[in-house]
């Protein structure tokens, strides 16, 4: 069971705001950023983990198995069957993120469509025959300016020399060979696993298991990627927004509000609005700020509809561990 909120600590969040700058960072190095031990930050540390507080994965490139669709979707649900829905959906391998909205939809998530499969039964059959769904409505992501690992920053309270910032990167059709997948794959659950166990389970040695990774890395053909729920940093909102944008302007809007820190994600999509963008900030005071004061000054922006992400149960392909028991009891 995830403990509450309030009894972490400003150490606990310190802690795993360090983490989801770099996943992968030492317990010696987010020691001395954090002015403490060693010893504080593992046991520390390990027990946020063990609580379902923070999930590590290393991910590979969304295009390293050749190019795909992207759609983000939105679903309205039968009454009392939301979390239900979002459960059945989030075991879908090609789903790579789930969350339970307010508004005027009840879930929201993104599907990754290999562009051979076939999408008529990929967005249509497969999402109606999840009991309780009920209708739909899919845009195609056609650029992501922003996918933002940094909001957690200002928690840390410096700088951190380890942070990591992903490359700008296109990954052809193999790029990645089959030492390379197999690598991916015994980080890909466990993304803080040491080379010296990574070369163990593949009968490689620690330092090819080093190399390959950190090369992968540094190319942007994979990511470090740190899942915590936002409130557990002291975050209050967690908000997607549809921006209905003028065409001429849709790339200067998308610019200019990927410089806020608190915008996570942004991407142009071909629906009824022209951007989407999550956006995560303190408090609802800071939510009135973005809204009223940073969305209002950009020139462009012409309307904009928005839902609170309530509960988020997958990301990166991957559950996130503080929804799992929710997870478990809707599908039993």
């Known amino acids: 069971m995830m403990p509450p909120m309030e009894d972490l600590d400003e150490l606990d969040r310190k802690i795993l705001a360090a983490l989801q700058l770099n996943g992968r960072a030492s317990w010696t190095d987010i020691a001395q950023l954090l ?3 060693t010893t504080t930050v593992a046991r520390r540390a390990q027990h946020l983990f063990g609580a379902g507080l923070a999930r590590v994965a290393v991910l590979p490139h969304l295009e390293h198995d050749g190019p795909v669709h992207v759609f983000i979707v939105r679903l309205t649900c039968a009454p009392g069957s939301q979390l239900k829905v979002a459960a059945l959906l989030a075991t879908n391998p090609d789903i790579r993120y789930v969350t339970i909205v307010t508004g005027g939809y009840d879930i929201v998530f993104e599907l990754v469509a290999p562009k051979h499969r076939d999408l008529y039964s990929m967005l249509v059959e497969f999402v109606h025959t999840v009991p309780g769904a009920q209708q739909s409505n899919a845009d195609l992501v056609l650029h992501t300016y922003k996918r933002s690992y940094d909001w957690s920053e200002p928690v840390v309270g ?3 020399p380890f942070a990591l910032h992903p490359p700008a990167h296109t990954c052809e059709r193999g790029h990645l060979d089959d030492v390379d997948r197999d690598v991916l794959a015994a980080v890909r659950d466990d993304g803080r696993a040491s ?6 389970r593949m009968g490689i040695s620690e330092s090819t298991a080093r190399r390959r990774l950190e090369a992968m890395l540094e190319r942007g053909c994979a990511t470090v990627a740190t899942f915590i729920p936002a409130a557990a940093l002291g975050y ?28 996570r ?11 989407i963008c999550e956006v995560i900030v303190p ?15 950009v020139p462009g922006i012409q309307s904009w509809t928005a839902g609170v992400q309530v509960l988020t149960v997958k990301r990166g392909f991957l559950m996130v561990p503080w929804a799992e028991e929710r997870i478990a009891a809707a599908l039993v």
Request: glycine share 4%; no cysteine; charged share 20%.
């Open 236 to 263: 209050e909102a967690e908000i997607l927004l549809w921006l209905s944008v003028e065409p001429s302007m849709q790339d200067r809007v998308a610019e200019r509000l990927s410089e806020e820190r608190g915008v």
């Open 195 to 200: 080379f010296h166990s990574i070369g163990r």
């Open 158 to 160: 410096e700088p951190a």
């Open 265 to 275: 994600m942004i991407a142009s999509l071909l629906g009824q609005a022209s951007l």
């Open 35 to 37: 002015s403490i031990s």
């Open 283 to 297: 408090t609802t005071a800071d939510l009135h700020h973005f809204t009223s004061r940073t969305l209002a000054s």
